[in-house]
């Protein structure tokens, strides 16, 4: 289930021209450069560079690929579409600029032959240069949200310099709206369903450069309700486990995914199969977890060991067994880590574990229920598409789907969960009719500290982006593997209780607290 995407031709690297300009009217510029291309398609990256006076707050990248071409995925920017025209814009973090300042987004796509054409920036040139005939109005400013509807979303905007017929709204290359004043409202958009626009004034002579962008989304999304906060595991059994309200204090995170509910032995519930659920180290942590203002979700299954979902042989027989550690235990979370051969490609035992989790559902109707599973690095495998079709068939209330992104063999972990996820949001999106809104809402992600089994390496920083990625995309679960390796030991290997790279304790931890 964890295959790395060969790339197929060495890295090819098209930069775009950079036009020289007197130092008093430097541009901003975009420049493009291809970084791997294989036969189906390519990875393409952008730095934006604002070589002018004044800050750049808020930017759009437009470019054109030839037909049939398509951009299947981003990461660090907000893409739209009309036609073959595709825009790129700034996430809420990365749209301001200063003078001297860059800022880089990424993104897949195909043919791999294909290269961006006629790119603009914020409706000049990519390369720099003149933008404007004169005459034309200013720029307006950065339009914000005023409103949202179940259809609709309103929005606002500085007025521009310069004489002013009116301004036009744009979707991408797409005209929405066009008004004298400086404020408009789109309809007709579905509900919870993000849209990202820019706003150019005109006049008789032409129009303006584009405003900085600004993204909305309609309301109407899944009452699924509210992100779950971080919640690294925390295996008691295993890997020197700290303690956990120590943790808290020094990191602020609030939660803890407590491994693993195993079976002791036919259908029967212990933690790690071998310490009863009322084990003091368990309890203890628990307890000390819920006192310092925190919460847990308690995880079934895992890799190794003897599972509940072969052992127990009927569905209600599981709810039972998930049952008693829901009593025993308190939480707000069950995950259950369906991973293994004997679970997750057993059909029959993928069928037992949800039939019992719409049981356990009805009798915990306030308990979150997530599933855990494995991936490729463009989504889930045919093992996690049947179990995702097969919740939705039987119609499984499931909170939130979370895929594990590493023991890829990946030399770029971050491109590869971003690929990952936004293959996840495709399948739930077939199986479910979901809009890229509904679809991120049900969405997780469980991460690796430091090296992974297949030494892969996830630094501080990679985390910290992949954490942003899934904040800015509205992911409802965030998890690391785990607390227990959020430790330094620089060229320690693949050990428990250290990740194997140089950091500071908790490093992410911390990172994970701020999800």
Request: net charge neutral.
């Amino acid at each position: 289930m964890k295959r790395l995407r060969v790339l197929l031709a060495a890295s090819i690297a098209f930069a775009g021209v950079l036009v020289a300009t007197p130092a008093h009217a430097a541009p901003a510029t975009a420049v493009f450069t291809k970084t791997s291309e294989w036969g189906s398609g390519f990875e393409g990256k952008y730095v934006i560079t604002n070589g002018t006076t004044s800050t750049i707050n808020g930017w759009s990248v437009a470019f054109d690929l030839p037909s049939g071409g398509n951009v299947s995925s981003q990461w660090d920017a907000v893409l739209s579409r009309s036609g073959q025209r595709f825009t790129l814009s700034n996430v809420g973090w990365n749209g301001s600029i200063p003078p001297g300042g860059t800022a880089s987004f990424g993104f897949i796509a195909s043919p791999g032959s294909a290269a961006p054409a006629n790119c603009t920036l914020n409706g000049a040139p990519c390369a720099g240069g003149p933008t404007n005939p004169p005459g034309t109005p200013g720029t307006p400013g950065t339009p914000t949200v005023t409103g949202t509807t179940g259809s609709s979303i309103s929005l606002s905007w500085g007025a521009s310099s310069g004489t002013v017929v009116g301004y036009r709204v744009y979707e991408g290359s797409t005209q929405r709206a066009q008004v004298t004043g400086t404020s408009a409202t789109i309809s007709g958009i579905a509900a919870c369903t993000s849209k990202t626009y820019v706003v150019r004034a005109y006049n008789n002579v032409g129009e303006s450069s584009s405003s900085g962008s600004v993204t909305g989304s309609t309301t109407g999304c899944p009452t699924g309700g509210p992100r779950m906060p971080g919640a690294p595991y925390l295996y008691m059994g295993w890997g020197d486990p700290p303690a956990p309200a120590s943790v808290m204090a020094a990191t602020g995170v609030k939660s803890f995914t407590m491994a693993f509910i195993l079976s002791s032995g036919g259908c029967n519930p212990a933690w790690d199969g071998n310490r009863p659920l009322n084990n003091a180290a368990d309890i203890n942590a628990i307890n000390a977890i819920k006192a310092a203002g925190g919460s847990i979700q308690v995880s079934f299954g895992g890799w190794s060991g003897n599972k509940l979902g072969p052992n127990c042989s009927t569905p209600q027989a599981y709810a039972q067994a998930v049952q008693t550690v829901i009593n025993a235990t308190g939480p707000a979370v069950v995950d259950f880590d369906i991973e293994n051969t004997d679970e997750f490609e057993n059909y029959t035992v993928q069928d037992r574990i949800l039939n019992g989790l719409k049981i356990v559902k009805q009798n915990n109707p306030n308990i979150k229920i997530a599933v855990t599973f494995g991936t490729s690095t463009s989504g889930p495998t045919s093992h996690g598409v049947r179990l995702i079709n097969q919740a939705r068939a039987l119609a499984v209330p499931i909170d939130n789907f979370t895929i594990m992104t590493f023991d890829f063999g990946s030399s770029n972990i971050q491109q590869d969960t971003i690929n990952a996820s936004e293959g996840l949001k495709n399948v739930l999106k077939s199986a479910y009719g979901y809009t890229d809104a509904q679809a991120y809402a049900k969405m997780g992600i469980s991460g690796m500290v430091g090296l992974s089994d297949q030494l892969e390496t996830t630094t501080p920083a990679a985390w910290t982006a992949i954490r942003d990625y899934a904040v800015q995309r509205g992911l409802t679960r965030f998890a690391t593997w785990s607390v227990n390796r959020d430790r330094p030991c620089p060229g320690g290997g693949v050990v428990s209780n250290c990740s194997g790279i140089s950091q500071s304790n908790w490093d992410f931890t911390r990172i994970t607290a701020g999800f």
